[in-house]
């Protein structure tokens, strides 16, 4: 007498299922067939509904012939570039970085339809082994040129003991209804320290998702810093995990959302073993109708003890209509931990605005003067001075292109 | 945990007195565990439109009454039992449970004088008093008006007469679907629709009784109000139903309390309680949950799936939740509050402790729509034993909810190592005038403040509950003072034997 309703199956997820049978990944395909794509119901998908959000999905990518220009240019930076999932030949490898390529996805199994439509659709993988410090920043240009299309890369990253890096990732292309979905995994090995930085600078018309895992050794120190200003739809996850005592992450993450953009900053992190530490901190500015989500997740497992953790989230809104959608979330098996989140949101601080404006500042000045101030806290901590310049370009390029 | 065995050979010098109190602390303390035979008028076993109609009979209830139920009962056919609480339990079998179970005594009875006496003395010994207090000489209590409810029937409630003096209607739902359609068919269901959730949809279809409170434009009610459920017969489902109306410019405090008996198999309870606060109105709801949680080993206890919401309809109104959640083995509850009137205020204070293999996924959601309308959440979680303790609220304020204010404070406490605390607060700010704040912290008890107690000559246990204590106070300050001190002994209770 009960009866269940079957799923209904929209555009979008017709032509993924197509996509995923004609590269053999049968049972991707059988997954969507059965669930279709995540909606408001599943609970890492709550504010993100692709269900709803993503209403097509183009053709698999084919090589790419022409290239636009690249997005962001950092000074004395190494560069890669992959380009419609295809890694491009590049010039040679800095001193201690090995330069390789392996089949198929880098992530670990999750149940996470993103991941699994990369696992089955990333034909082959960029690999970076850091053998030792490296000095010029890396910068791995990944893009999708030409007529709408749907691509998958991944990106995989060991850094060995001791060594020291700053990687950077720029995700662009043609403004087209591209759908990208990108994945990185990073391993660090014990005391190595990397900054992961990646740019969403992507076409409005563009979905783009990434997947970034990270797994951190005995003192491995890792500093992430997440940019969306680009897509209409943007969704990056982020996946660390603590496995070694000692280990310590600051993931930082910025959402800069304008009128009709929906973008979404997803960390589910893990402290596994004692004696580990985080600092995420999260910031959202929205203007127009636009609506940024972040959603935070600390898991302390029942042996992680010592952990100190304090997850946070600042939202700005620069208009009436905005909204800021936030769910941070503990969820701690072991007692004797200090972690705590905060989300705080409201708009921006009248008497400061007042102070300004009574010296004589124009009012869009003030404002800006007072977002940029919201934000120092975010891209400080970057020493390479060149790249926190760059940074601070694509910013400021959000903030004045009203 | 020690056994009796375990204990060494008494010495002599040591008081008897001591020993027993120390032993008294192994066995089980749910001290309300009783069963009491009464003999009970049972419907078939099973759901099914036979039962919605036998249960709607049996209350002698209008037409409209039952084609409502039927239409929630077919609704209800085409959900599916929510998995997003971080909770998990066997399903229960709904064909294998009774869903009307009443103590069998005269029809209607008129006075106390008719009511089984064994159902008086069960009364007396929860320690709830169905016998209007006769005021002694020099002795003046405040009186509280009690709607106690067995099972499906509400049995009695105190001190009608004199709440109807100010026009206060207090009665059972049943007897106000009979006697006040008008006010039941404008209110019920206007604050939790039929069809909100799995849950409340099946409490639409086959909810048995519960109270209803109607509280007349202006009048500040003379005293608490408070209702008391009791489970009692094995293998039965309780359903309540509670609708508070609060007229403009009125006041009302309200109190729920619940037990229920040690049982090895799980029971339902699946409650819908609504508030409506019209203009300058305030409602005061405070529980204190003690279902029985389960053995130390995690069986049997209460499934405690609860949907609970307020409705600030009116401008400048105010609903305030106020809860203490010890007891039930499986909890799931979100008392909420729909902020629509321009001024409008929600509360919410809570306290979660969950010991043995209890579950709990409780908080609240308030949503802001009108101008100006503010909330405060303060909740404070305590897990200890194999239990997992989830705050799970909801915060948002809509487009048009200029001003809209939100404080929120969880704190979790863990004591043990095998327990897990969470924290998933949700929060919506769609429009930019909206001010919201959320903190949340996890913590121990540091060795530091028991180090610093026990040198001050407590017992670990005593240090602990002072401890507890002074951490769930913002919280306790909220609950009316008879409450308060039940509370505070119902906190050392829980938490007995858990340190360590």
Same mark, same amino acid.
């Given at each position: 007498m009960r009866q269940t309703m079957p799923v209904r199956l929209g555009a979008a997820e017709d032509t993924l299922i197509a996509q995923l049978k004609s590269v053999g990944a049968d049972a991707t395909a059988e997954r969507i067939t059965v669930a279709g794509l995540p909606t408001r119901r599943v609970e890492s998908y709550h504010y993100t509904d692709l269900k709803t959000l993503l209403r097509a999905v183009p053709p698999l990518a084919q090589a790419a012939n022409e290239a636009s220009a690249p997005a962001l240019r950092v000074p004395g930076a190494y560069q890669l570039m992959i380009a419609n999932g295809v890694i491009q030949s590049a010039s040679t490898a800095p001193a201690g970085i090995i330069v390789g390529k392996a089949d198929g996805g880098v992530l670990s199994t999750r149940d996470d339809i993103l991941v699994h439509l990369n696992g089955a659709l990333a034909k082959d993988s960029l690999t970076l082994t850091l053998e030792s410090s490296v000095d010029p920043v890396i910068q791995i240009d990944r893009r999708i040129e030409g007529e709408a299309a749907h691509a998958a890369d991944s990106l995989k990253v060991f850094v060995a003991d001791g060594a020291s890096a700053t990687i950077l990732e720029t995700f662009s292309g043609s403004d087209a209804a591209h759908v990208g979905n990108h994945a990185t995994y990073v391993a660090l090995g014990k005391n190595a320290v990397l900054t992961h930085i990646t740019v969403d600078l992507s076409a409005r018309a563009t979905s783009h998702f990434a997947t970034n895992e990270y797994h951190l050794a005995e003192g491995a120190k890792l500093r992430t810093l997440v940019i969306h200003a680009g897509a209409g739809l943007s969704r990056t996850q982020l996946f660390p995990r603590y %496995?070694?005592?000692g280990a310590h992450g600051d993931i930082t993450g910025l959402n800069l959302v304008s009128d009709g953009q929906h973008a979404d900053i997803t960390m589910d992190a893990t402290h596994a073993v004692p004696g580990t530490s985080s600092q995420p901190l999260f910031k959202s500015i929205a203007r127009g109708r636009g609506k940024a989500v972040v959603q935070g997740k600390l898991v302390v497992a029942r042996d992680a003890q010592k952990t100190d953790a304090k997850f946070m989230h600042q939202g700005l809104m620069l208009s009436d209509e905005a909204e800021i959608l936030s769910k941070p979330e503990l969820e701690i098996y072991a007692d004797d931990v200090v972690c705590g989140h905060g989300s705080t949101c409201g708009k921006l601080d009248e008497d400061s605005l007042f102070y300004l404006m009574s010296r004589g500042i124009p009012q869009e000045e003030a404002e800006t003067m007072l977002v940029r101030g919201f934000l120092e806290e975010l891209v400080d901590?970057? %020493?390479d001075a060149a790249l926190a310049e760059a940074l601070h370009g694509v910013i400021d390029g959000w903030l004045l292109g009203k | 945990m020690a056994d009796y065995d375990d204990i060494p050979t008494l010495k002599e010098n040591i008081d008897r007195a001591t020993v027993d109190s120390v032993l008294a602390l192994d066995v089980d303390k749910y001290k309300y565990g009783f069963e009491t035979a009464i003999e009970s008028d049972m419907a078939p076993k099973g759901l099914s439109e036979d039962t919605v109609r036998f249960i709607s009979a049996k209350k002698n209830e209008p037409q409209w009454m039952l084609d409502w139920r039927l239409e929630a009962y077919r609704r209800w056919l085409t959900m599916t039992e929510p998995t997003w609480a971080k909770v998990h339990y066997p399903k229960l079998d709904l064909q294998d449970m009774y869903f009307y179970a009443a103590p069998k005594s005269s029809p209607a009875p008129k006075s106390l004088d008719e009511v089984d006496p064994a159902l008086i003395a069960m009364y007396d010994k929860l320690g709830v008093p169905l016998r209007e207090r006769e005021i002694l000489a020099g002795v003046e209590r405040p009186n509280v008006a009690v709607d106690a409810v067995m099972d499906s029937v509400s049995v009695v409630t105190t001190f009608r007469e004199e709440l109807s003096k100010v026009g206060i209607i207090f009665c059972s739902i049943s007897e106000a679907i009979r006697e006040y359609p008008e006010l039941v068919q404008k209110y019920l269901a206007s604050v939790v629709p039929v069809s909100d959730n799995y849950y409340a949809t099946l409490n639409s279809a086959v909810f048995t009784d519960g109270s209803f409170v109607y509280i007349p434009k202006g009048v500040r009610c003379p005293m608490e109000l408070s209702t008391y459920f009791r489970i009692n017969e094995k293998k039965t489902g309780q359903f309540e139903r509670t609708l508070i109306i609060a007229e403009a410019d009125s006041y009302v405090s309200y109190l729920e309390g619940c037990t229920a008996p040690m049982r090895d198999e799980n029971q339902l309870h699946a409650a819908v309680v609504e508030l409506v606060a019209l203009e300058n109105a305030e409602i005061k709801y405070s529980t204190v949950q003690n279902w029985y949680p389960g053995d130390k080993d995690g069986k049997g206890g209460i499934y405690n799936f609860v949907t609970k919401r307020g409705d600030c309809r009116g401008d400048n109104s105010k609903i305030s939740w106020t809860q203490v959640e010890t007891g039930s083995a499986i909890t799931w509850k979100y008392p909420s509050c729909i902020l629509r009137g321009d001024g409008s205020r929600g509360e919410f204070y809570s306290i979660a402790i969950s010991n043995g293999y209890q579950q709990v996924d409780s908080g609240t959601k308030m949503i802001h729509l009108g101008k100006n309308t503010s909330s405060r959440i303060i909740a404070k979680g305590i897990a200890a034993g194999f239990s997992d303790n989830t705050y799970r609220g909801q915060v948002s304020a809509h487009a048009k909810a200029k001003g809209a204010r939100n404080f929120t404070q969880c704190d979790s406490l863990l004591i043990g190592d095998k327990c897990g605390a969470h924290t998933v607060p949700y929060i919506e700010s769609r429009n930019g005038t909206a001010v919201f704040e959320h903190e949340a912290t996890t913590s121990k008890i540091s060795d530091d403040q028991m180090f610093y107690c026990q040198q001050r000559g407590l017992s670990e246990e005593e240090a602990v509950a002072l401890i507890v204590n002074g951490f769930v106070r913002d919280v306790l300050q909220h609950l009316p003072m008879e409450f308060m001190v039940e509370t505070q002994k119902l906190i050392s209770i829980s938490l007995e034997g858990s340190v360590g």
């Open positions: %496995e070694g005592a901590p970057i %020493e | -």
